[in-house]
């Protein structure tokens, strides 16, 4: 999920973001106070830039790994290991640059290689990337992923030490956007070969390219730190010495060790939300995420469309976004976030936008009585998967209690399962689930970021759902009217539209997060999709 960059040629970025600054920094903390205590809501699953897939592993590699660039405040492109990009006229051929004095953690220099080793690596079969989806438009890669050609074919090619070379085989409008998300930078080949299977299971099997270091993750703690990176090209503009991680799935925990000055950051609950929107420190972040629940449409109840619709049509929303989620949440209008993208000076979830996604407790049992007879079945029981945060234990106790209320507890059984993060997100890509409340956040400040996950076969398609015409339409985004912006933005909302229609997913709310942040804090850049938080040039000021 992430990333951010220059206006894209589909359509005008709208980058939710936000920037804690101030003027100067001759008043900030010593050096030795450079210290910064943050608090996380859910674990770390891993550090392989080839292999991660949440949000939280995407930020840690944001910081602690550098790709061509870095993601600056609103999502604008920032200098990283390019120094100069050159494109060519069809848009199709791309030389990078890079930086003569940027080095790995190990003192190994980063070089070109790095880069064609992991695009190969990751678009390898054999790696098995949930992620090589997105170099769809770097010549060969798509038959690289299918096992049709070697990875040794990529449209990649280091024609120096220190220059690199992409070659296109279509027009990609948010190719730019790309290269500041975690799994286009490069990997050091020495490092994985020395690590094997153990390569980014762990803090101390890594080695990292980045403003920081991290240390202390042992792949299943709940606690790891960031070190100032004395190898970093630009360490002199990295003002933290260290950042403290804790994982703390409790909001009221979070927050009392923010209130009691050992942590400058704190995840809020709906009440702590209300109590607290007016003391100083309070932010409600904008987020390119999408909460929704996903179907396994490979059993046969899921697969009718009328019981996905009736489900979806009894819950009443806007109490799951005012009493469960509060302050900041934002209700659908389509699968891709409001506030993401626009075009012509409109967005394109207000474009979307269906009345799909209303509460309507008389439409949602005629059409649960229907699906069932189509099924042969009078009842349906099924298990409802979520994470284990204090958040997602209330959303979806919520969403049970609507389904059972509104559609009969005499007709439908839901059960509850809230496991670790890592656990869930493995479920779902086994498709070892019933209905799941997944989540994403945008990869990049592009709709293809959300469209293309509901494709045919697509690897984050964890529900099977397929559509045809739906997939023709998210080709043609992305081919044929890849280079037509209009064109292009037609075919997105046309997808979109169709993938509402027929509830492939079921969208239940846009999760802009209240936090406490220490007025402290300086620097800070939030970004709404891609790695959200860049702590490069944060610091603390007193």
């Not at 939280?56 to 990283?80: C, H, I, T, W």
């Not at 494109?87 to 980063?110: E, I, Q």
């Not at 995420?289 to 490979?298: D, I, S």
Request: aromatic share 10%; glycine share 6%; net charge positive.
């Amino acid at each position: 999920m992430k990333a951010r960059k220059t206006v894209s040629l589909a359509a005008t970025v709208l980058a939710l973001g936000l920037t804690l600054t101030a003027c100067g920094s001759k008043s900030s903390k010593s050096d030795d106070q450079q210290v910064l205590n943050w608090s996380e809501a859910t674990e770390l699953s891993s550090l392989d830039p080839s292999k991660a897939t949440d949000s939280q592993s995407f930020d840690m590699l944001g910081n602690a790994m550098e790709g061509l660039y870095r993601l600056g405040k609103n999502s604008k492109v920032e200098p990283g290991i390019a120094k100069s990009t050159k494109v060519s006229k069809d848009k199709l051929h791309y030389t990078f640059n890079l930086r003569k004095n940027a080095k790995w953690s190990n003192g190994d220099p980063v070089t070109a290689k790095d880069f064609v080793y992991s695009w190969k690596r990751t678009v390898d079969p054999k790696t098995s990337s949930s992620y090589s989806y997105l170099f769809d438009g770097v010549a060969n890669a798509n038959d690289i992923i299918n096992g049709k050609k070697k990875p040794q074919t990529l449209g990649i090619k280091a024609t120096g030490k220190y220059q690199l070379k992409v070659t296109l085989d279509k027009q990609v409008p948010y190719f730019k956007l790309l290269m500041g998300f975690p799994v286009f930078f490069p990997q050091n080949e020495s490092a994985v070969n020395k690590y094997g299977s153990r390569y980014g299971t762990e803090s101390k099997y890594m080695v990292y390219d980045g403003p920081f270091v991290m240390k202390g993750w042992t792949g299943s703690n709940l606690s790891w730190k960031f070190k100032k990176n004395n190898h970093y090209w630009d360490k002199k503009n990295v003002k933290l010495n260290a950042i403290n991680f804790k994982v703390n799935k409790s909001p009221t925990t979070a927050y009392n060790l923010y209130q009691s000055g050992k942590s400058d950051f704190s995840q809020l609950s709906t009440e702590q939300a209300r109590q607290l929107n007016k003391k100083p420190g309070f932010e409600v972040e904008k987020s390119g995420q999408m909460t929704y629940l996903e179907f396994n449409q490979k059993q046969a109840a899921f697969k009718n469309a009328k019981i996905r619709r009736a489900i979806s049509l009894s819950i009443n929303r806007k109490q799951l976004a005012s009493k469960i989620m509060g302050e900041g949440t934002e209700l659908p209008n389509s699968i891709v976030p409001n506030g993401l993208a626009e075009n012509h000076g409109k967005d394109f979830s207000q474009s979307a936008k269906t009345n799909d996604f209303r509460f309507d407790e008389a439409e949602a049992k005629r059409l649960f009585n229907e699906g069932l007879a189509e099924i042969g079945q009078t009842q349906l029981r099924f298990t409802l998967l979520g994470a284990d945060t204090d958040q997602s234990k209330d959303s979806t106790a919520f969403i049970q209690s609507q389904i059972e209320q509104h559609l009969g507890s005499d007709k439908v059984r839901v059960d509850v399962s809230n496991v670790p993060l890592k656990t869930r997100l493995s479920r779902s890509r086994e498709g070892n689930f019933d209905v799941v409340a997944a989540n994403w956040v945008a990869d990049y400040n592009d709709p293809i970021s959300f469209m293309e996950l509901f494709t045919t076969g697509n690897e984050y398609n964890d529900g099977s759902w397929s559509n045809a015409e739906y997939d023709r339409l998210v080709n043609a985004a992305k081919t044929t009217n890849a280079a037509d912006p209009d064109k292009r933005w037609d075919d997105m909302l046309q997808a979109s539209k169709i993938l509402s229609r027929d509830m492939g997913v079921s969208p239940l709310y846009q999760q802009n997060s209240p936090e406490m942040v220490s007025p402290k804090l300086k620097g800070l850049i939030v970004n709404s999709a891609g790695v959200m938080y860049n702590w490069k040039n944060a610091y603390m000021k007193e």
